[in-house]
């Protein structure tokens, strides 16, 4: 990330807008992210991509614009302008990866959007703090889609050495990316 923008899909995002608090997004200055997009054809669930405490869930509303390659071009704005909701989940201070914030952004024919931990058909609009935080695994549903759209994973400094995947398709359970100094090959090497 550079500086408080956040690239999603060849455009310059604001990072607080994205995450939906200002303060939040400074934590994640000089930072990782990566965007999943989810065609109508993808599983439309979201797992959790770290083992932690869901701690807040941020609610904003908007608009339903398709996220797909015309909306993106023809939609000044469009992942701020849509409807968000932000997952923080705070990790184990011995796993080193921080806290981890995942933004679901909705699209066109996305009516809802369900978190673990809330029971309500749609996120209601606002901040939803958990108390007490929701234990959940690495790999365990934290969110759902009412049909397709695309998510936005933001990551502290220092926590993603590479990225593992490259562009084009990921499925469930395939790490997204090595962690700062982590052992990637069992020898000790990157």
């Given at each position: 990330?550079?500086?408080?923008?956040?690239?999603?899909?060849?455009?310059?995002?604001?990072?607080?807008?994205?995450?939906?608090?200002?303060?939040?997004?400074?934590?994640?200055?000089?930072?990782?992210?990566?965007?999943?997009?989810?065609?109508?054809?993808?599983?439309?669930?979201?797992?959790?991509?770290?083992?932690?405490?869901?701690?807040?869930?941020?609610?904003?509303?908007?608009?339903?614009?398709?996220?797909?390659?015309?909306?993106?071009?023809?939609v000044d704005?469009?992942?701020?302008?849509?409807?968000?909701?932000?997952?923080?989940?705070?990790?184990?201070?011995?796993?080193?990866?921080?806290?981890?914030?995942?933004?679901?952004?909705?699209a066109m024919?996305?009516?809802?959007?369900?978190?673990?931990?809330?029971?309500?058909?749609?996120?209601?609009?606002?901040?939803?703090?958990?108390?007490?935080?929701?234990?959940?695994?690495?790999?365990?549903?934290?969110?759902?889609?009412?049909?397709?759209?695309?998510?936005?994973?933001?990551?502290?400094?220092?926590?993603?050495?590479?990225?593992?995947?490259?562009?084009?398709?990921?499925?469930?359970?395939?790490?997204?990316?090595?962690?700062?100094?982590?052992?990637?090959?069992?020898?000790?090497?990157?």
């Amino acid at each position: 990330m550079d500086g408080r923008a956040f690239v999603v899909k060849g455009r310059p995002y604001r990072v607080d807008e994205l995450v939906g608090d200002p303060a939040e997004a400074e934590r994640y200055e000089g930072g990782a992210g990566c965007v999943v997009y989810l065609s109508p054809r993808d599983y439309h669930r979201v797992h959790s991509p770290v083992a932690g405490r869901i701690v807040t869930v941020r609610s904003m509303l908007g608009d339903y614009y398709p996220v797909n390659a015309i909306g993106v071009r023809h939609v000044d704005n469009l992942f701020v302008r849509n409807r968000r909701v932000a997952i923080v989940i705070d990790t184990p201070k011995e796993s080193g990866l921080g806290r981890v914030t995942v933004v679901m952004v909705a699209a066109m024919v996305v009516g809802r959007i369900t978190v673990s931990g809330l029971d309500a058909r749609d996120v209601p609009e606002g901040v939803h703090a958990y108390e007490p935080p929701l234990e959940v695994a690495r790999g365990e549903e934290i969110g759902i889609f009412r049909l397709g759209s695309t998510a936005v994973l933001f990551f502290e400094p220092g926590v993603v050495d590479r990225w593992l995947v490259e562009e084009g398709p990921v499925r469930f359970g395939q790490p997204l990316a090595a962690p700062g100094g982590a052992r990637v090959d069992g020898k000790g090497t990157r």
